[in-house]
């Protein structure tokens, strides 16, 4: 059983204590419910099914996740790779590319006006957003996009794509605390793919 995380730490700081715990990386899922499983008081304890919570406890931890990486990087202690799927502490000499990095992701979390200006409408905007690409004649792109295997140089081949779904499934699973929303998105773009990849 492990201790409470101390409240008057903020929740860059939980973060980047929780990270040490995973030196292999873990998902924002994980993350998500190791901070609650702790008492954190910086995130909402609230049922993330709840689309407007779900965005609000993400943009809260990438919030966090975004200004621990730029103190690691100011203090020249290590690099923080962030992705949904895997969010890990990296020794600066294995960082790579990444250290150099300046995403408009970072641009857009660091900014708490897109939290507080959020509205459950605006979340359903970006979901449909997403669905409109889906649609149109970026479909491919967007579902490589949501399968997060655009990052790679290689070409994904069929039997990578069935690996990363079953992934995605079990870590987006209602059943297992995710979102319906996003698990139709996911069963949406293994669709797309298939037709592309057989």
């Known amino acids: 059983m492990h201790e409470d995380l101390d409240p008057r730490l903020d929740l860059a700081d939980h973060v980047h204590l929780l990270l040490q715990e995973f030196p292999a990386g873990c998902s924002?899922?994980?993350?998500?419910?190791?901070?609650?499983?702790?008492?954190s008081s910086h995130i909402p304890q609230l049922d993330i099914k709840d689309r407007l919570v779900l965005f609000r406890t993400h943009f809260l931890l990438f919030n966090a996740l975004y200004r621990l990486r730029q103190r690691l990087a100011e203090l020249g202690q290590s690099q923080l790779h962030i992705s949904p799927t895997c969010i890990r502490l990296l020794p600066l000499e294995n960082a790579g590319n990444a250290v150099a990095e300046q995403d408009s992701l970072a641009s857009y979390y660091l900014n708490m006006d897109n939290l507080r200006n959020t509205t459950?409408?605006?979340?359903?905007?970006?979901?449909?957003?997403?669905?409109?690409?889906?649609?149109?004649?970026?479909?491919?792109?967007?579902?490589?996009?949501?399968?997060?295997?655009?990052?790679?140089?290689e070409q994904p081949t069929l039997a990578v794509i069935k690996q990363r779904y079953r992934q995605l499934v079990s870590?987006?699973?209602?059943?297992?605390?995710?979102?319906?929303?996003?698990?139709?998105?996911?069963?949406?773009?293994?669709?797309?793919?298939?037709?592309?990849?057989?």
């Open 120 to 153: 459950e409408q605006d979340v359903q905007r970006l979901m449909m957003s997403f669905w409109s690409r889906m649609q149109g004649g970026d479909e491919k792109q967007a579902a490589i996009e949501l399968f997060e295997l655009d990052k790679s140089d």
């Open 171 to 198: 870590l987006h699973h209602p059943d297992r605390g995710g979102s319906t929303a996003r698990l139709q998105s996911i069963n949406k773009a293994m669709e797309i793919l298939n037709r592309y990849y057989k």
């Open 28 to 39: 924002e899922y994980l993350l998500i419910q190791q901070l609650k499983a702790r008492h």
